[in-house]
């Protein structure tokens, strides 16, 4: 089992930068993928980013392409999302999530995780 807790989030204006913090917490040493995904009001959870176990594997939307970044400190238990260049339509409740039946893959499909976190909110005024 894996216990994810987001931190981080926060109100910034457009063009700004926030970095998004999760803290895993586990009673194994099993490796794990993590995953970045967004919900924004009246809209369906969507993936943001994903890193595999050793960080050697990353993937990102379309989307924020370019402008996040998704890292993690395994000796940390932590995973990281660097976002820059925040626009308006980044605004949504942020949530890390935790694969651990494909460690080795950027898993990008939300059914795939196993794990959620509680969500941090992320609002870019304009």
């Known amino acids: 089992q894996v216990q994810l807790v987001e931190s981080g989030g926060g109100l910034v204006q457009a063009g700004g930068s926030l970095r998004l913090s999760c803290a895993a917490s586990?009673?194994?040493?099993?490796?794990?993928?993590m995953g970045w995904f967004r919900q924004a009001p009246g809209k369906e959870r969507e993936f943001v980013a994903a890193?595999?176990?050793?960080?050697?594997?990353?993937g990102y939307s379309d989307s924020v392409k370019g402008r996040f970044t998704i890292s993690r400190d395994n000796a940390k238990n932590t995973v990281y999302l660097q976002m820059n260049s925040l626009k308006p339509e980044d605004t949504a409740v942020y949530y890390c999530?935790?694969?651990?039946?494909?460690?080795?893959?950027?898993?990008?499909?939300?059914?795939?995780?196993?794990?959620w976190g509680q969500g941090t909110q992320v609002t870019v005024s304009s």
């Open positions: 586990t009673r194994t040493s099993r490796p794990y993928a």
């Open positions: 999530a935790a694969d651990i039946n494909r460690p080795w893959v950027a898993v990008v499909a939300v059914d795939d995780y196993d794990y």
């Open positions: 890193i595999n176990w050793s960080g050697s594997s990353t």
